[in-house]
C-alpha cells in the first residue's frame, strides 16, 4: 500500500510540470478562432469575463445573493455554513448534524420564523414550522446557481411562515450541467465524501442531469471534550430536467431522494420520577424524497405564467418522537405587464400535509397523526410612479389555515434610484407565524421536581394549546444601496419590528395522574401568546474589488431584542433567552485572492459576540469566537481543480449554541481540514 | 485531541491511496486531453462574434461602394481586442468581401463601417456616437451595460463565464438590416416582434 501511495505521489508531482507545459502553447493564439461558429463560442468558458458595471438592485428589500462563486470560495461544505456569509441571518451549529439557522433573532433549534425554499418549492415541517436542514440541505453545492436570501418578511407572496426572512435556493439549469463530473473529498470532519454527475441532452430542447452524492462526517466533541457521538453520513441521489416543449412553453421536473444516519446526545426523560433529562447517544434515521415540476408558459415578453406541483415525503426518526411527514404542493402564479408602468403578479397555492409522530415518555404529540390545509391567494403591484428612479411596490396575500382561519399579510415598498449609483428603499410590512403542530398538540415531560421524600413525583409538564394564535409582525425597513464605480458596492439595511402573541409557556392548576405508574401529581405548563417584543438592526455589507485579482468583502451585523411579557403571565424564563439567542455584533470579512496559474487564495474570518441565558438551565453564557477558514484552490486545467481548505482554524474547538428548548445536547465545533478534486469532462 | 472518528482508522489510508489514485487517473486521463485544450479571452471570443455576425446580416446594397468592396470591422474608442481580431480577420473573407480593420478616433465620420465595436471608453459619448449613425447601416456592437436601451444593436453578455448576446431589432430594422433567423434564434431579443430576414 505504501509502495504505491508513494509511487503515485511522484507521479503526480512529475506530471504537474510536464502538464503545464504541454497546455501552455495552445493557450488562445493558435486556434483559428474564424472556424469558431456561433453556437460554440456561445459555450466557450472564457478565462477572464470581466465582471460589468452592475445595475444596482431595484429591490426593495434587504436581499444578499450568494452565488455559486461565493459558494466555491467560502469553502462551505453545506448549505448552513454557506449562510454564514450573510449579514442579519444567524447561523450556529449545535452538534454535527443541526445548526440553529434564522434571521434577525429569535435563533433555536426549532427556529419558526424563516422560510427555505428549494426551487421554490417550500421546505417545511408543519411539526415546529420550521426546517430539519440535515435532510434538505445536502444538496451537491456545485449544482446550486445562486442562494438569494431576503432578510425581512416575505408574507405578502410567500405567505406565513416568511415573517423574519426568505431563502430561496436555485439548482443550475441542466443545460448548464452538461457532461460529466466526479467529486472526491476527505478531511478529518467531512470524510470520505463524494458525487458523481452525469448530463447531457436527451433530445434538442431537452437536458438532463443525474447524480449521486454520499458523505460521511465525524464525531464532534460533547460539552465535557468528549466523544459527542453525533457523526454523519448520508447518500442523496437526484435527476433534473428541463425541457423546451415549444417556443412558449418550458418544463422543469426534479426530483431527489436521500437517506442517512446521524447522531445526538439527545434528552431524554428515563422515567416520571426522574429530576430531568439525561442525554443519551441517539442514532436517528432520517430520509427525504421529493419530486417537483414547473411548467412556464410565456404569452408574451409581457405575460407569463407557471404552475408548480410538488411532493415531499419526509422521515425524521427520531427514536423520542419518529415523524413521517407528505406534503403535496400547487402553486400557480401570473405576471403581467400593465400598461406601461405596473407590473402584477398574482397567485394561488394551496397544500396539503399529513403527518404521523410517534412519542415515547419524553415527548408525543396528541393527537399522533393530522392532516391540515392551506389555501392562499396573492396579488402584487409594482409601479413606476417614474420610471428607472421610483417604483412602489403594493401587496397582499390572504391565507386560510386550519389552526388559525383567515390571514391577511399586507406589504407596501419604495424604491428611488436618484440616479445610476444610489438607491434608497422603504418598506412596511405585517407578516404573521402561523401555529404548528407542537404549538398546539404537543405533550412534553420536562422532570419530577418533587422535593419532599417519600410524595407523590411532582412532574412538570408542557402542553401544546389548541387555542394557539397567531405570532404578528410589522416590520418597518429602510435600505440604501451604493455603487462607487465597478470596484466598490455598498448595501446598508435597517429596520424596527414590532411583534406580538409570541410564545410564552404558562402555569396552569395542577392534577393528579395514575398512569404511567407511580400515580404522580402534574404540574402543567401551556403555551400561550402572552408575549411582546421589539427588535431593531442594522446589516451593512460591502463588495471591494481591490485589484482585478483581489476582492474583499466585509460585512457588520448588530442586532437587539428587547422582550416583554403581559401582565398576566408567569413566565420569566422565554423573553431572556430569546434576547440572547442571536450576538449583538456580528462582523466578518471575506477576502478573495487570485494568483497566476489558475491558483486562488481565500479566506473569511467571522467575529460573533456572546449569548446570554442559554443552556438547559438557562444561565449560560456561549462566550464569543472567532472563526476562521482558508482554503487554496488549484484549478490545473479548464476541467480540474484541486483545494485544500480549513475551517475553525483559530481553534480547536468552540461552543456555538445551547438551547433551552431544544432536544439535544450541544456539541463543540472542531477544527477541520480537507481535500477535494473536482473533475468535469 | 481525541481520536473520535465513526469508522475504524484502518480505513483512512485505504481512502487517502484511493483518492491519489484517482488523482493520478485524472492526471493521466487530462493529458490526454491536454492538447485539445482551449483557453480563450474574453476578447478573444467576443473577436470571433464580430466575424461571425458579419456573417448573418444582409445589407442594403447602397452599403457597398461596389460588388467588390471590403466588408469595414470598426472599432470606436480604446481597443480592447489586442492582437485577437487582426488575427480573427487577417486572410478572410466573408461573402466574397475582403474584411479590412478601422480604429476611430473621436469625432471621426463613422458611417463608412458596415460593424462597429463601441468601446466601454465611450460610454460617455455614446449618444453623440449613435446620433451620428442616424439613418446609416452600421451594426453596433458593445458591451456597455445599457447598450440597447440606448439604441445600439447588438450588446455582450456576460453569462456564467460564458459569452453570450441580445439583440434589439427595433434598432437593426430602422437602420435597414436584416438579421438571419439563426442569429436571432441565438440571441436574446429586445424591442418588439421579430422580423426574420427574406420575409
Not at chain 1, 474583499?552 to 403581559?566: I, N, R, W
Amino acid at each position: 500500500m505504501a509502495k504505491i501511495m508513494s509511487y503515485s505521489l511522484a507521479l503526480l508531482f512529475l506530471g504537474v510540470p510536464a502538464l503545464a507545459q504541454k497546455s501552455e502553447p495552445v493557450r488562445g493564439s493558435t486556434v483559428d478562432l474564424s472556424t469558431m461558429n456561433i453556437e460554440d463560442l456561445m459555450n466557450v468558458q472564457v478565462s477572464s469575463v470581466s465582471k460589468k458595471e452592475e445595475k444596482l438592485s431595484r429591490t426593495a428589500a434587504a436581499i444578499f445573493v450568494i452565488t455559486q462563486e461565493d459558494i466555491r470560495r467560502s469553502g462551505a461544505t453545506s448549505i448552513p455554513d454557506a449562510l454564514r456569509m450573510v449579514p442579519g441571518v444567524n447561523v450556529a451549529q449545535i452538534n454535527g448534524s443541526t445548526w440553529a439557522i434564522s434571521a434577525r433573532g429569535f435563533n433555536q433549534q426549532f427556529s419558526n420564523k424563516l422560510l427555505v425554499m428549494i426551487d421554490g418549492r417550500v421546505v417545511y415541517t408543519s411539526t415546529f414550522a420550521g426546517v430539519f436542514w440535515d435532510n434538505n440541505s445536502d444538496f451537491p453545492l456545485e449544482d446550486i446557481t445562486r442562494i438569494e436570501v431576503i432578510r425581512g418578511p416575505g408574507g405578502t407572496i410567500w405567505g406565513a411562515n416568511a415573517v423574519d426572512g426568505v431563502i430561496s435556493i436555485f439548482t443550475k439549469n441542466s443545460t448548464e450541467t452538461r457532461g460529466g463530473m466526479v467529486v472526491a473529498e476527505g478531511g478529518n470532519i467531512d470524510q470520505e465524501s463524494g458525487m458523481v454527475q452525469y448530463g447531457g441532452e436527451l433530445k434538442a430542447g431537452t437536458d438532463y442531469r443525474i447524480y449521486t452524492k454520499y458523505f460521511n462526517r465525524a464525531n464532534l466533541l460533547d460539552l465535557n471534550g468528549q466523544n459527542g457521538r453525533d457523526g454523519w453520513h448520508q447518500l442523496r441521489g437526484g435527476f433534473r430536467l428541463d425541457s423546451t416543449l415549444s417556443s412558449k412553453d418550458s418544463l422543469m421536473a426534479e426530483g431527489d431522494i436521500t437517506t442517512g444516519r446521524e447522531g445526538e446526545l439527545g434528552f431524554v426523560l428515563p422515567s416520571i420520577t426522574s429530576p430531568g433529562y439525561l442525554a443519551e447517544s441517539e442514532q436517528i434515521n432520517i430520509s427525504n424524497s421529493s419530486l417537483e415540476s414547473i411548467w412556464r408558459h410565456v404569452y408574451s415578453a409581457r405575460s407569463d405564467t407557471s404552475l408548480q406541483v410538488s411532493f415531499d415525503r419526509g422521515k425524521h426518526r427520531d427514536p423520542q418522537n419518529p415523524e413521517t411527514r407528505d406534503t403535496l404542493d400547487f402553486d400557480f402564479q401570473h405576471h403581467i405587464a400593465l400598461g406601461v408602468r405596473q407590473d402584477v403578479v398574482w397567485g394561488l397555492g394551496y397544500r396539503y400535509t399529513t403527518d404521523l409522530i410517534l412519542g415515547s415518555l419524553t415527548v408525543f404529540e396528541d393527537p399522533p397523526s393530522s392532516t391540515h390545509q392551506i389555501f392562499d391567494g396573492f396579488f402584487q403591484d409594482e409601479i413606476a410612479l417614474v420610471p428607472d428612479r421610483l417604483y412602489l411596490t403594493g401587496g397582499m396575500k390572504l391565507e386560510h389555515n386550519d389552526y388559525s382561519g383567515f390571514e391577511f399579510m399586507p406589504s407596501i415598498r419604495l424604491a428611488w434610484a436618484p440616479n445610476a449609483y444610489h438607491m434608497v428603499w422603504l418598506a412596511v410590512s405585517r407578516a404573521l407565524r402561523a401555529p404548528s403542530r407542537n404549538d398546539t398538540n404537543l405533550v412534553l415531560n420536562i422532570g419530577n421536581f418533587s422535593t419532599s421524600p417519600g410524595g407523590p413525583p411532582e412532574l412538570l409538564r408542557l402542553y401544546g394549546n389548541p387555542q394557539y394564535h397567531d405570532e404578528r409582525l410589522i416590520a418597518y425597513e429602510l435600505g440604501y444601496r451604493t455603487a462607487f464605480g465597478n470596484h466598490l458596492s455598498v448595501d446598508l439595511a435597517a429596520y424596527y419590528n414590532n411583534y406580538d402573541n409570541l410564545q410564552t409557556t404558562e402555569p396552569d392548576a395542577p392534577f393528579a395522574e395514575s398512569t404511567p405508574a407511580p400515580a404522580h401529581v402534574v404540574f402543567p405548563l401551556t403555551y400561550e401568546n402572552l408575549m411582546h417584543g421589539e427588535t431593531h438592526g442594522l446589516e451593512i455589507t460591502a463588495n471591494w474589488k481591490v485589484t482585478d485579482r483581489w476582492t474583499v468583502a466585509p460585512g457588520y451585523t448588530f442586532e437587539a431584542l428587547h422582550m416583554h411579557t403581559d401582565p398576566t403571565s408567569a413566565d420569566t424564563v422565554t423573553g431572556p433567552f430569546v434576547e440572547g439567542a442571536v450576538p449583538d455584533h456580528t462582523a466578518q470579512i471575506r477576502t478573495h485572492f487570485g494568483l497566476r496559474r489558475g491558483l486562488a487564495l481565500d479566506a473569511s474570518a467571522y467575529e460573533v459576540s456572546r449569548l446570554n441565558n442559554q443552556g438547559p438551565s438557562s444561565n449560560v453564557t456561549i462566550p464569543a469566537y472567532t472563526r476562521i477558514d482558508a482554503g487554496f484552490t488549484w484549478k490545473l486545467w479548464e476541467e480540474t481543480s484541486f483545494s485544500l481548505v480549513g475551517q475553525n482554524l483559530s481553534k480547536d474547538h468552540h461552543l456555538e449554541f445551547e438551547d433551552v428548548n431544544g432536544a439535544l445536547q450541544s456539541s463543540q465545533i472542531r477544527r477541520s481540514a480537507y481535500a477535494k478534486v473536482t473533475w468535469r469532462f | 485531541m481525541h481520536s473520535v472518528g465513526r469508522r475504524p482508522s484502518r480505513l483512512r489510508p485505504r481512502f487517502v491511496a484511493a483518492l491519489l489514485m484517482l488523482l493520478l487517473t485524472l492526471h493521466l486521463i487530462a493529458t490526454q486531453k491536454g492538447q485539445a485544450q482551449v483557453a480563450l479571452t474574453e476578447y478573444q471570443v467576443k473577436a470571433a462574434y464580430l466575424f461571425n455576425f458579419l456573417k448573418f446580416v444582409e445589407y442594403p446594397s447602397e452599403s457597398f461602394a461596389d460588388p467588390l468592396a471590403p466588408f469595414v470591422i470598426g472599432i470606436a474608442g480604446e481597443d480592447p481586442f489586442g492582437s485577437a481580431l487582426p488575427q480573427v480577420v487577417t486572410g478572410k473573407t466573408v461573402q466574397g468581401r475582403d474584411l479590412v480593420l478601422r480604429f476611430y478616433r473621436a469625432g471621426e465620420d463613422l458611417r463608412g463601417a458596415h460593424i462597429l465595436f463601441i468601446s466601454a471608453s465611450e460610454k460617455k459619448r455614446l449618444p453623440v456616437i449613435l446620433s451620428g449613425l442616424h439613418g446609416s447601416s452600421v451594426l453596433t456592437v458593445s458591451d456597455m451595460e445599457g447598450f440597447l436601451d440606448a439604441g445600439g444593436m447588438v450588446q455582450f453578455l456576460n453569462e456564467n463565464d460564458r459569452v453570450r448576446f441580445a439583440i434589439n431589432v427595433e434598432a437593426t430594422g430602422r437602420a435597414r438590416l436584416k438579421l438571419s433567423s439563426k442569429l436571432l434564434s441565438l440571441a436574446k431579443v429586445v424591442g418588439g416582434e421579430v422580423k426574420e430576414a427574406g420575409k
